[in-house]
Structure formats: structure tokens, C-alpha cells
């Protein structure tokens, strides 16, 4: 195969130009043995690195980069950019818990099956299986919720439903998961199946900023799941459109208002679709990193107010919830 040769870091710009990111990551591999990458040329190794699937030494390169690039060209913005990237890279393993209120269906939780007001208490644990794969990942998972109150239906343990199962992310810059999991009936009245399923997602200033004190804020949400034995379909979609603040002076706390359009389907229903609109406000508090590393964890707190567009009723009412994420 062709090698670096006396000048490694011309050949692996080449390569980068080429689109040949393994063999660059060769030259610049060369390179750092000779004299260690500094700064940009440390973070093009980095990308290289990451595209070709390589994340230690993408991890090592971004760490090597961030502390090395002059002081005019790293940026507050520009630091937690470099940092979202590593913390990503080394999320190898985490989960979510939620307390939630409100009147809508999930095809995450699969509890609620009336048009009434439910509280519910869940969450997931996920480990990454390999690398990152350059935004590629696959992670097995396993999740459990339950209804704590509810105006009708089954409550506590009878309700409580687990998961277990694979989901794959196919696309690098484009937020689509492929999900299958069997669930596992722990409650009496929760069911054991088998849940294929797929969600998009699309965000606009969900990330915390260190260039402005406000921004505006977009994020899209479709999630769609086929019950195979059952042959029951879900499909929930969510759109939000609002403004984000700095909230705090260390700036890990942001607080978001704005409108948000909703829409559920359950085929096993009389009236299948249901849409409804109105107006919410979030806070989240940002935990964790270092001096390179961006923050991983928040705790998220959210509250709206859905008015139904149309004839059903399902989805009016007051939604609000609690969410730990790590």
C-alpha cells in the first residue's frame, strides 16, 4: 500500500482531499510521531480520525487539539464544539428517567389508552455496542415505565411495562433510529410483544451557546411503532418552535418558550388521529465536563398547555415533566 513517506502530514491532507480518511489517518499518525499535532492540524486529525471509525485516536486528537489551539482561534463557542465532540465520543454508556403528566399516547410508553390525564414514572439504561461508528451507533437498551395515577385504567404495579431490545442510528447527519425490542409484561395488565419501530428528529439550538445570550430554538419529532402480535400501529409527531435564554452566569441553565404542535395516530382507536397546539416553557440545567469536555447530563423541566385542533379531545390538557438525563 502507499505510505506516508518523508512528508506525512502533505500526505495526509491529500488523502483528506481524496476522501480517503483511513489512509490519512496514517500520515497523520506519522506526523504526531515525529512532532506532536497542534491545534487545528490536531483537530483535522481528530475528524479524520472520527470519520474513519477510529474514536481513540479521534478522542485523542480532539483533547490534544482543544488544549493547543492558540487563544485567539478557541472561543467560548468554539471550545464547547470541540467538547460536544468528545463527550460524544466517549458517552459509551447512559440512560434516562422521567416523571411525566399529560393526556397524549407514546409509543415509548405504551400506557396510557385513554383520553384521561395520566402520570407516569420510567426510564431507560442504553450501552453503546462498539465504537461510534461516525455517528453510526448501535445501542442495546432496556427501559421500564409505569402509571402512578390515572383517571381510569390500571395504576402501579399492574401497569408496569418493560422493554428490551437493539436500535441503530444508519445515517451520520441525519438524526433517523431503527429500534426492534420485545416487550416484557412485569405488570398484569402490561403486555409481551413485539415493537418494531422508528423515529426522526430534527433540533435547532438545543445545545447550549456560548456566542449568545439568546437564540431561537426549532426541534421536530416523529416517531413511529408497529406492535407485531397485537398489529396495533402508533405513530406521535411533535414539532416545537420557540426562543432559548441564557439563564444563569455560569450559562449550564437555559430556559425555552414557545408553541408546539402535536399529533398522534393509534390505529386500534375509533377516531385514529388526534392533533392539538398551544404554548410551553422549559428550563434545563446542564451538569458535568471539564476544560475540554462539554457537559453530558441535565436535568430538564417542561410545561405546556395543548388546546386540541379539531374534534379530539385526547390530547387537551395540561403536559409537564421531570427528566435526568446522563
Known amino acids: 500500500g502507499v505510505l506516508p513517506g518523508e512528508a506525512p502530514l502533505d500526505f495526509?491532507?491529500?488523502?483528506?482531499?481524496?476522501?480517503?480518511?483511513?489512509?490519512?489517518?496514517?500520515?497523520?499518525?506519522?506526523?504526531?510521531?515525529?512532532?506532536?499535532?497542534?491545534g487545528a492540524q490536531a483537530l483535522d486529525a481528530a475528524y479524520a480520525a472520527r470519520r474513519a471509525g477510529q474514536d481513540a485516536e479521534a478522542i485523542n486528537w480532539l483533547e490534544q487539539g482543544a488544549r493547543t489551539l492558540p487563544a485567539e482561534q478557541l472561543t467560548p463557542?468554539?471550545?464547547?464544539?470541540?467538547?460536544r465532540e468528545l463527550q460524544t465520543l466517549e458517552h459509551r454508556w447512559g440512560g434516562t428517567a422521567t416523571v411525566s403528566t399529560g393526556p397524549a399516547d407514546s409509543a415509548m410508553t405504551l400506557l396510557n389508552n385513554g383520553g384521561d390525564q395520566v402520570t407516569?414514572?420510567?426510564?431507560?439504561?442504553?450501552?453503546?455496542?462498539?465504537?461510534?461508528?461516525?455517528?453510526?451507533?448501535?445501542?442495546?437498551?432496556?427501559?421500564?415505565?409505569?402509571?402512578?395515577?390515572?383517571?381510569?385504567?390500571?395504576?402501579?404495579?399492574?401497569s408496569t411495562q418493560g422493554w428490551v431490545g437493539v436500535r441503530w442510528k444508519p445515517l451520520t447527519q441525519t438524526n433517523l433510529v431503527l429500534e426492534a425490542s420485545r416487550l416484557i409484561a412485569i405488570g398484569e395488565a402490561a403486555r409481551d410483544d413485539t415493537m418494531l419501530r422508528a423515529a426522526w428528529s430534527a433540533d435547532v439550538g438545543g445545545d447550549l451557546r456560548y456566542?449568545?445570550?439568546?437564540?431561537?430554538?426549532?426541534?421536530?419529532?416523529?416517531?413511529?411503532?408497529?406492535l407485531i402480535e397485537d398489529e396495533q400501529t402508533y405513530v406521535v409527531a411533535d414539532a416545537n418552535l420557540g426562543w432559548t435564554w441564557v439563564a444563569s452566569e455560569s450559562r449550564r441553565d437555559t430556559v425555552t418558550a414557545g408553541v408546539g404542535v402535536r399529533a398522534d395516530y393509534d390505529s386500534l382507536r375509533d377516531e385514529d388521529w388526534a392533533v392539538a397546539a398551544g404554548p410551553r416553557v422549559a428550563w434545563r440545567h446542564w451538569m458535568g465536563g471539564d476544560d475540554v469536555r462539554a457537559p453530558g447530563r441535565y436535568l430538564?423541566?417542561?410545561?405546556?398547555?395543548?388546546?386540541?385542533?379539531?374534534?379530539?379531545?385526547?390530547?387537551?390538557?395540561?403536559?409537564a415533566a421531570v427528566t435526568f438525563g446522563f
Do not use: C, K, M
Not at 463557542?77 to 467538547?83: D, V
Not at 420510567?122 to 390515572?150: C, I, K, M, S
Not at 430538564?300 to 387537551?316: C, E, Q, V
Open 300 to 319: 430538564d423541566l417542561s410545561l405546556g398547555y395543548y388546546a386540541p385542533i379539531g374534534d379530539g379531545p385526547r390530547d387537551a390538557g395540561v403536559v
Open 120 to 158: 407516569q414514572v420510567g426510564g431507560e439504561v442504553w450501552a453503546r455496542v462498539g465504537g461510534d461508528h461516525n455517528g453510526r451507533p448501535v445501542q442495546v437498551f432496556a427501559r421500564a415505565y409505569q402509571t402512578l395515577d390515572a383517571d381510569t385504567g390500571p395504576t402501579g404495579g399492574d
Open 77 to 83: 463557542q468554539r471550545r464547547h464544539e470541540i467538547g
Open 12 to 38: 495526509a491532507y491529500v488523502a483528506v482531499g481524496a476522501r480517503d480518511d483511513r489512509l490519512a489517518v496514517e500520515g497523520f499518525a506519522a506526523a504526531d510521531r515525529a512532532t506532536p499535532l497542534r
Open 211 to 226: 456566542d449568545r445570550d439568546s437564540w431561537p430554538s426549532a426541534h421536530v419529532y416523529v416517531d413511529a411503532a408497529r
